[in-house]
């Protein structure tokens, strides 16, 4: 009888284990099969979530055909998806620098500039929607000034140098793959942006023309050209010489690219010039670094960088 209900009890103790192994294979089976289907409708979406952050060191912030100051770190960060035909980016990219080599301090303030460099900082959110080649964004930019983070409202109340701006555009890419050519089209609608002494909104728009080409051992060489069609920050708007349109910016950039790792780490160095005719002349091609009143007037500017990425 003993031996009976011990031979029972293995019976019953053994079929259990199978039943938990059986359970255990189905379970796996179960999760690979959905594992495998989300990669196939990855694959059928060709959706795929991107991320990655950036450093650059810079030896002159040229933004736009603007001079914005001088050695510069930038670091930038974002995260996004993109399939065939659409892909969404938001950016959150930073300034730290100084308006000029110099490093200067210590000289006379005046009311019309401050000719000591000053500690140049900035924050800029911007969210970019690409639809079957059509660019639609929206640009978010803050310089730590003490103010309000996002400045809207009448002109008259603003308070503070923050900007937010939209861009329109088409990337050619899209229908011409061997063409890396976009326009844009942006325009500053709030904030800080005023023309004619502080009496009407300037709406600054900038209209650019990009393009790039990839040549052997990871060099491209790239090309923008920039115009303002009206009186805005780009055709020096506040002062007597004021331009109703500028060609302001053309630009040419080489850059070389090394892998650090597969598929993750990369180090680049690039090389640019830039050539802004509004009010070019002799008085303002090269302007000896003195401070944060050259900000936006030199209109002749080389600059070298790296970059390091993920």
Known sequence: MKKSIILLFLFLAASSQILLAENNERSLLVNDNLQESEEQNLQATGTSFDYGFSTDLVSCYIWRGLYNGGLSLQPDVYIGFSNEN???????????????????????????????????????????????????????????????????????????????????????????????????????????????KGKKRAYSTYIEATYSHEFNHNITLSGALGISPWKSMYTDKDEDNAKDFALNNITVRADKTWALSENHWNFSTYLQGTVNTCNLNGDTAIIKASGDNILNKQKLMFAIGCRIEF
């Open 86 to 196: 659409i892909s969404f980016t938001f950016d959150i990219w930073g300034n730290i620098g100084a308006s000029d080599w110099g490093f200067r301090s210590g000289l006379k303030e005046t009311d019309e500039c401050n000719p000591n460099t000053q500690f140049l900082k900035e924050f800029d959110m911007i969210a970019t929607l690409n639809l079957w080649g059509a660019i639609l964004g929206l640009s978010h930019y803050y310089f730590f000034d003490g103010e309000s983070f996002f400045n809207f409202g009448k002109l008259s109340d603003i308070k503070g140098s923050a900007q937010t701006e939209f861009t329109v555009g088409y990337d050619f890419s899209h229908i011409f793959p061997n063409t890396p050519l976009a326009i844009t089209w942006n325009t500053m609608f709030s904030g800080d942006d005023s023309k004619d």
